[in-house]
């Protein structure tokens, strides 16, 4: 292939010359030049098939020079960076830059799926509805994968990717989406005002429609003009230019989403530089100037590569140097198009036929265009197209059809307004006749439009409206605008007849290039009753995908209007949603992704727990210590089992830093927790602890934890650790809504205090040995709770607490002394062979005790279900309460609280299985609960369960089957009391 | 698992570790310094129902600044008061050892007092480039034109609670949860490697 940039002029458009950058699209290498976008370097080189279509894999070309591109989409880069869908024509070429066409096989030119353009008549409008209704077990065996073999776009990348993206925000007083003639001109009058503007351009070359402008703009050329623009917007300290930056979404309260490509116009991304940045831009006003996208006329054989937007063929032209074709014709409904291709012509482009469905056309372009040799046939239409990359048309005129040479059409039906970012807040586009087209109806608060993007069209219309719309937005801030000096440029008329389809066509006449939706899909979609707007995208997939219907949405609509009859605005137009422009999740994800998708909370202990060798598991935002394995043990289930028996048998120790603690101070603290708790607490004596169950509003439980009061006024609460948060939360509602005439002061301690659990038979005389005061069961009886110091003078504060079930204590210092607390126990209770145990062990303790935890507190499970209805108070009001008394939450049926354990001891439990009766089949009628925990019982020898059963206490004794379809086991088991070891609580008091 | 890019200034660091001091990210100057020290005293101070006036007064006439009950640093020589939340105080002391104890006879029963001595991590931030890197984490207007020397705010930063405030024209300072250390660290370096982050990690650390 040539590398001879054969189509590119030699002289003009905003490419630097002097630097060529080398780039290979399917593996043949080209050559380009800074300026260029992929698009308009492919164009240069003559190479013009780049794509097979989505459904019927037809030859596509490059059909427009911007976002709204549906057509020239190709897979960007190799391996972990390889990225599908990157649209050509805003991809801004690099040096080495990879590019491979895609939804082809096995190449580009001769593709065997093709042959799907012959299935056409059945694979129209809604086909997957009705061809692969039948079996339905087929679908997602066997359908589902070959339609997204044989449709679809590119692939994604399987490895990781290996940049780093991220987030910020940035905080201005004026937003200026777009910077076009109306962007750059709103955003200097309010930059020249002193506010904070931030201009935020898709574009890596700010100026939009003046790079490609022909005349001259204030007696410069348009491109210098508008870089003279940009570089005072620049130099201004409040302003800021963002390039390569779309603005996708409006959100609430000024809040806009923008995405910076960072890096993506370079091979890999500087060091240290993220690929992209997504931006939430907080706006107190913002000023839409996004311009407006061209519409193509539908006939037959347009999506035939060398039919091409007017306007792209302009740009292209104008501002890359470079020439679309050698044969050009243009198909148009509008003097707009004319002037784009009579300016194409005289900058080198070889325009040869103008063709317009008009009869009558301004005298002044007519002539203009016979002056430069170019045929003119008015009153016509193309009917027909041939080549694989476009070689002819066939044009209807009053006197009979005729073929003209042409290897590239420009079309134009006119242009759109950019309005979608005005319908994310819900606003309805309104329709305008003088321009055929919609405008924005009510926008976003703050939101104002300027320019094109309002429907002015008109190089000067829109320098003047983006001074007036900017100085406004600064204006409605109080800046004071000095007046700005808009530079006159004189417009031309604005004349156009709507036109949408040639209905004589001959061929496939495209509307969504992308989905390749044709007119006759729009057909038979209104034949089959999918009508309104809405449905007729859902059901022919028109405007879905990467382009969101930029060039198709109003041509769809359109033909749809003409065949019911209504008219345009009747017919409606869907609604914009975000994002504006595809977003990469790499971006929303930012620096959170892997082992930095979220914060990790390391215990005062950690580092401690890791010498001793801890498996850690993350446990909610906690990286806790598993279990601590020895050499010798053969699985997890041993270490676990050892570190159980070590407990009970002697002492042992384990991190509880991770509880929430909550501090309560004032003269009100006991009234407060016997309304946020279901037993009573104003009772509690100072130096004392109690167990506490909190329940939600809606009477189901929220949290248990103990509560200790430490002094008259002051209390200190532990939450678990799941629920830390959360409580907190609720006891400041409760406070601060609730009840603020409470004499209550919550302050959260959970990160003040590292908090070690010691339990077993000898933990009283670990703790002697490292506490500085009395520990014995007179000083520290059972739920006791004092302050004092451990290590020779470190503050502390002793619980006797056990979830074990052994006797226990657990022992607060100030989190920079957890580790040497830790080492500390260690080294006191060597002599008992005192064993750091994770959470595993402590799990198993607490289910051979029968304690509930976070399985069981599920948020579905009520006081009676878990065994604590006697604690429930009936002499006060307490949070949850009166719910909790509902009919449905006091059923005597409802699945309670009680053990379990296998009929034969050598069977193991499962989690989640579900109880039936013993012969009962197993049907959702016959469910009566499930198992919450499990665990292997050292001490007893075998399998054990907590869970659910409906009437569970009255059936102690009772076997039922624990049947559990996921893993596919069903076991006899024996239903039991909760508490499988010292049931009495002997251990505990000792 | 790709290999992380070469520009990865967190590669071979433990997640579960404060990344070591050292520098990271770009060449040349650094454009942020992140110092991690730990403040020696801290306090809570929450003004019980009534008294935030009373005790934002108090406490600005005990350390010799002006506190007032909202989101600013009054900062002085030896101490610094930071408003939290309405009629909540943190009070940072690098000279009062029973912070506590002195704030409680200081306040007697207008306010409850604990002890925060070991609940944060201070991080230390100077250099120009802090707000573009602080934005890349929180959803405060930080431009060192609205955020001014004294300003604080207490908020999220890449999901962490911080309590950050400006000490003065390029100096910030932040209080992260001890148990978060590590993994803000990480946002940071990963943030501020494009500006050249140079981290002196201060803290006493965990045994």
Not at chain 1, 27 to 45: I, P
Not at chain 1, 918 to 947: C, E, F, K, R
Not at chain 1, 968 to 990: K, M, Q, S, T
């Amino acid at each position: 292939m040539s590398t001879s940039n054969r189509n590119r002029l030699t002289a003009g458009g905003l490419i630097d010359r002097a630097r060529p950058l080398g780039f290979s699209f399917d593996g043949t290498r080209y050559r380009g030049y800074e300026g260029d976008t992929l698009a308009s370097a492919l164009l240069a080189n003559g190479v013009r098939l780049v794509g097979r279509s989505f459904k019927y894999h037809r030859p596509r070309g490059i059909f427009s020079a911007g976002a709204e591109e549906p057509n020239a989409l190709v897979e960007l880069r190799s391996g972990a960076r390889r990225e599908p869908n990157s649209r050509a024509t805003v991809t801004e070429l690099y040096d080495g830059l990879e590019a491979a066409s895609q939804n082809r096989w096995p190449s580009l030119a001769v593709d065997a799926l093709s042959l799907n353009r012959f299935l056409q008549p059945f694979l129209g409008a809604g086909f997957y509805y009705k061809t692969f209704m039948w079996p339905a077990a087929f679908w997602e065996k066997l359908y589902e994968p070959i339609i997204r073999r044989a449709a679809g776009l590119g692939r994604a990348a399987e490895e990781a990717d290996p940049d780093h993206y991220e987030k910020a925000t940035a905080f201005c007083d004026v937003l200026v989406i777009g910077a076009g003639p109306a962007g750059l001109m709103a955003a200097l009058a309010a930059g020249r005002a002193g506010a904070r503007v931030i201009l935020a351009d898709e574009d890596f070359l700010p100026g939009g429609g003046l790079n490609a402008e022909a005349g001259d703009v204030g007696r410069k050329p348009a491109p210098a003009f508008a870089a003279e623009m940009v570089a005072e917007l620049m130099s201004l300290p409040t302003v800021r230019v963002m390039t390569r930056t779309s603005v996708f979404g409006v959100y609430d309260s000024g809040t806009y989403g923008a995405l910076e490509r960072v890096s993506d116009h370079l091979p890999e991304p500087a060091p240290f530089q993220p690929r992209q940045r997504l931006w939430r831009i907080i706006a107190r006003r913002a000023v839409l100037a996004a311009g407006a996208t061209e519409r193509p006329i539908v006939f037959g054989g347009n999506d035939r590569p060398g039919v091409m937007l007017a306007g792209a063929v302009g740009t292209y032209v104008q501002r890359h140097a470079v020439l679309p074709g050698q044969k050009i014709a243009l198909f148009a409904n509008n003097d707009g198009a004319w002037r784009e291709m009579l300016a194409a012509h005289a900058a080198g482009a070889p325009v040869e036929t103008i063709i317009d469905v008009r009869t009558e056309v301004a005298a002044d372009l007519t002539q203009a265009a016979r002056a430069e040799g170019i045929r003119v046939l008015t009153g016509a239409q193309v009917i027909a197209t041939a080549g694989k990359t476009l070689t002819g048309l066939t044009v209807a005129t009053a006197s009979g059809t005729e073929r003209i040479a042409a290897d590239t059409l420009a079309v134009s039906g006119g242009w759109s307004p950019s309005v979608h970012l005005t319908c994310h807040h819900g606003g309805k586009p309104r329709w305008e006749e003088a321009i055929a087209a919609f405008v924005p109806g009510t926008c976003p608060p703050g939101l104002s439009v300027a320019g094109a993007a309002k429907g002015v069209f008109g190089l000067g219309a829109c320098l003047k409206d983006g001074a007036a719309i900017g100085a406004e937005a600064a204006q409605a801030l109080g800046f004071t605008v000095p007046a700005l000096d808009v530079p006159d440029v004189a417009d031309a008329p604005f004349a156009l007849t709507p036109f949408w389809h040639v209905e004589g066509s001959k061929g496939a006449a495209f509307v969504d290039l992308q989905n390749d939706v044709t007119a006759k899909d729009v057909g038979i979609a209104h034949k089959e009753g999918f009508r309104s707007v809405e449905l007729l995208k859902r059901y022919t997939t028109l405007g879905m995908a990467t382009d969101q219907g930029r060039t198709s949405n109003v041509t769809g609509l359109a033909i749809m209007a003409s065949l019911t009859g209504a008219s345009i605005p009747e017919t409606g137009t869907t609604i914009f949603r975000p994002p504006y422009t595809p977003v990469s999740m790499g971006a929303l994800a930012g620096h959170h992704r892997g082992k930095d998708f979220r914060p990790v909370r390391l215990t005062p202990t950690h580092e401690w727990a890791r010498a001793q060798g801890a498996v850690f598991i993350e446990t909610g935002a906690w990286l806790r210590a598993q279990y601590f394995p020895r050499n010798g043990e053969k699985d997890w289930l041993e270490t676990v089992s050892r570190e159980v028996t070590s407990v009970r048998a002697g002492v042992g120790l384990i991190d509880v830093s991770t509880f929430g603690k909550i501090d309560l101070q004032g003269r009100d603290v006991g009234a407060f927790l016997d309304r946020v708790y279901i037993n009573g607490f104003a009772a509690l004596a100072v130096g004392k602890a109690r167990y506490g169950v909190m329940l939600r509003e809606d009477g189901m439980v929220m949290d248990d934890g103990t509560t200790a009061r430490l002094a008259p006024e002051h209390y200190v609460m532990t939450t678990t650790t799941a629920n830390a948060a959360k409580v907190y939360q609720h006891l400041e509602f409760c406070l601060q809504v609730l009840w603020p005439e409470l004499d209550v002061a919550l302050s959260s301690v959970s990160e003040q205090w590292a908090q070690i659990a010691l339990a077993g038979p000898r933990a009283r005389d670990v703790l002697a040995r490292v506490a500085d005061g009395d520990v014995s069961n007179a000083a520290l009886p059972f739920m006791g709770a004092i302050e004092g110091t451990v290590m020779g003078g470190v503050k502390a504060r002793l619980f006797r607490l056990s979830f074990s079930g052994e006797l226990g204590y657990e022992i607060a210092v100030p989190a920079r002394f957890g580790a040497a607390l830790a080492q500390a126990l260690m080294q006191a209770g060597e002599e008992f062979g005192i064993t750091p145990y994770g959470i595993e062990a402590l799990g198993v303790m607490r289910i051979e005790k029968g304690h509930v935890s976070g399985n069981e507190l599920s948020g579905q499970t009520t006081a009676g279900d878990l065994g604590f209805g006697r604690m429930a108070s009936t002499k006060k009001d307490y949070i949850g309460r009166t719910l909790a008394a509902r009919p449905g939450l006091t059923d005597p049926d409802r699945p309670a609280f009680v053990g379990f354990r296998p009929v034969d001891p050598s069977r193991r439990l499962r989690a989640g299985a579900h109880f039936l009766p013993l012969g009962a089949a197993p049907t959702m009628a016959n469910d009566q609960g499930y198992m919450t925990s499990v665990a292997y019982s050292p001490h007893l020898g075998h399998w054990i369960g907590l869970g659910l059963i409906t009437r569970g206490p009255e059936r102690l004794g009772e076997r039922v089957r624990a049947y559990d379809p996921v893993r596919g086991e069903e076991i006899e088991v024996e239903i039991c009391a909760p508490g499988f070891i010292d049931p009495e609580g002997v251990r505990l008091r000792g | 698992m790709a290999d992380h890019s070469s520009h990865d200034p967190l590669a071979g660091i433990p997640f579960d570790r404060v990344p070591p001091s050292g520098a990271y990210g770009a060449g040349g100057a650094a454009g942020v310094t992140v110092a991690t020290t730990d403040t020696p005293f801290i306090a809570l101070v929450v003004a019980r129902n009534g008294f935030a006036a009373s005790v934002a007064g108090r406490l600005g006439r005990a350390f010799g600044v002006e506190v007032a009950d909202q989101a600013r640093a009054a900062i002085g020589a030896a101490s610094t008061v930071v408003g939290t939340g309405p009629g909540r105080f943190l009070v940072l002391s690098k000279t009062e050892p029973d912070l506590a104890g002195t704030l409680r006879a200081l306040l007697g029963v207008e306010a409850a007092i604990t002890e925060q001595d070991d609940a944060y991590v201070t991080f230390d931030l100077a250099g120009d480039k802090v707000p573009d890197l602080i934005a890349k984490g929180a959803l405060i207007d930080l431009d060192p034109r609205v955020f001014l020397p004294g300003h604080a705010a207490t908020t999220v930063i890449a999901h962490i609670g911080v309590t950050l405030w400006r000490v003065h024209e390029s100096g910030w300072r932040l209080l992260v949860a001890r148990s978060l250390e590590a993994s803000f660290t990480r946002f940071l370096v990963a943030s501020g490697a494009e500006f050249g982050l140079r981290l002196e990690n201060g803290t006493a650390g965990r045994g």
